[in-house]
């Protein structure tokens, strides 16, 4: 979904301002603080499967039992990914006669009790969603006012994992919005504690007070580890339609909520950053394994949410890293904490039992970078020899106390630690890249191979490689002997082929090869990347469709779902557009500014969202207008590049397609369809599907020679005039 954060904000709260005050749902205690703890039923961090950031509620019982019986095929059951939770959706929109939930008959024909045998047989755990207010997320019946029944129920089907969401929690008078929280779930851990059967209870409340103030939200995790045993903190990550960009931010994102947060964790109660999502679309191997790493360095609950049926090998093997596992599931049971961060990296270390450590190298940047910290920096004793073994790779070395690796854009390095390596261990060394001058196409570097061991490099050698077009000079060096705790380095300069309009990435590697004594012939490879950006000659160059699909095709023929406008399958109607005046080509003018509306056929992918694209842009004026609108509610960063090379920057917001005023961030509806398309067809008839437009401010008396869109992918632009 785009703008996931600002979407769960917008859901967590619909409904609580100003709602009317509700009774309280049944409720034993209101001093819920005082009690005992729950019990602590999840000693290491819950892993297991859950639907949800893959299938959303399109799911059935199929989809669970095929992915449960993968769970157990593939082997990762046995490595502790036990629990299987049918996520929203599974049940109908009313209870029955005797106010309990009902399984949607056909999602779920056998019912919900079926299904646990079901996953009981496989030697699965049954995990199930409900939610804490008065309805779920998706809109169907909450436990609001049924918390004991729904509990009982819950037992009686044998559940063993229950995820509590919180959204559409009302208001109850007299009390805040965090003590109503504190007490519904404080009412559902008791009511699970009394039906006997031990049900690990994933708290979702935080995340409703992620945007609340730092100490309501601690607050409100302080006490979901006295009522549960995880608990949900943050935004969810993205959804399966979201473009690669999307799905890694969401990563990055949910990572930076989680990873200060190891104050609020302790055994046995775990902070949850949500799922993991190897085996979906679109994420790069080392895009994967950087999330694996970081939540098993954040001792995070381990949940995969993906089609494991058609899972790469790659992504099955990932999640089945079995030390990387035990780094997450490690008996001492604490979050990893940062030790380092600089500009696009972060390095953490997380104690392990036995003294050691598991430390990981993270690079957040777009550009491969050499990490470089020490043994003591990661919390290990005084030594003279550590030993390093990446869990990735399965290699190990031997340092004399720098910990360092090259880490390619969006990866991660991560070691597991000891003081003291065994005799004749290969030493650890690092090959990096410095630029020296230049960048895109013509850049100059100096490639360096360092010994981090006890143990010198004879007959070192480098080998360059770069992507078919590109020139590295020279295309080797021989560095000969570097001795322990030293470098050798050699100069290098790369050139590459024009590259076409866009970002253009170029990873440069250099294969360092070298005798290490009793270890024999070793290599290791370090990597730079070199990024041109060359603008786009105009803007319907950079983007060909605006999320517009056309009415009169039948969905069989369905270009419904191409013109997808939002990551959920809606778009604009070109039949309800053309009723306000907006077709391929046409001139739309508001308050004096023109723009063109793009010439582009309904009904290919939506390709609109801004994501920092570089467009060429003549004239000059006081301001540049834009015509777009969100399928968020975000502002960005707009730079202008004028002729004389200076430049000037300004912030641009366009308000939400659907149903707003218009008028956030100073912009102005230059057109308002009446409905929009579905993934079934037209629907949301008056709900008002707009086009707006706003500016940001030029430096008078100055030529535009291109403008820097925003990197945020909930903002659609169509149209730019300078004015
Ligand atoms: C919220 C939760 C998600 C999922 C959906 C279901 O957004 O955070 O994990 O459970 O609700 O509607």
Redesign the pocket.
Known sequence: MAATAAA?LL?AFAGVPGAAAAAGPAQQSRNASADAPYPNLAPTPPMGW?N??YY??DISENDVLSNARKLVSSGLAAKGYDTVTT???WMTHSRDAQGNLVADPQRFPHGMAWMGEQLHALGLKFGI?E?AGTS???GYPGSWGHIDQDARLFASWKVDYL?L?G?NVPGVSGETQEQVYHSVYSDMSKALLATGRPIVFSV?AP?YFEYDTPDTWHKVISWSGQVGNLW?EG??VAMEPASARTKWSSIKYNYGYNVGLADLQSPGRWNDP??LLAGQSRLTGDEIRSQMSLWAVMAAPLISSADLTKAAPEALSVLGNSDVIAVDQDPTGLQGRIVQQGEGYDVLSKQLAGGERAVALFNSSDQARTITTTAADAGLPAGSSYRLKDLWSQRTTETSGTIAANVPAHGTVLYRVRTGAAAHTAPATTVSWHRTSGEGTDSAWTVSVADHGHTGLSGTQLEFSAPEGWTLTPSHARLGYIAPGRSASVTVRATGPDAAPGTTAATLTATGRYHAGAAGLRTVTGEATTISVVPYPDLKSAFNNVGVTNESAPPAEGNYTTGNFDCAGNSYSAQALAAAGVTPGAQLTKDGVSWTFPDAEPGSADNVSAAGQVIRTGGSGSALWFLGAEAGTVEGKVTVTYTDGSRSTGDLGLPNWCCTAGTEYGAVTVATADHRNTPNGPANFGGGYKLFGNSVPLTEGRTVESVTLPDEGAIHIFALSVH
């Open positions: 769960l859901s859950n949800w950031s959303g509620c996520d929203d959706c969603y939610d779920t997320c998706g995820k969401d959204c979702s995340a949900r935004a969810d949500d799922f």
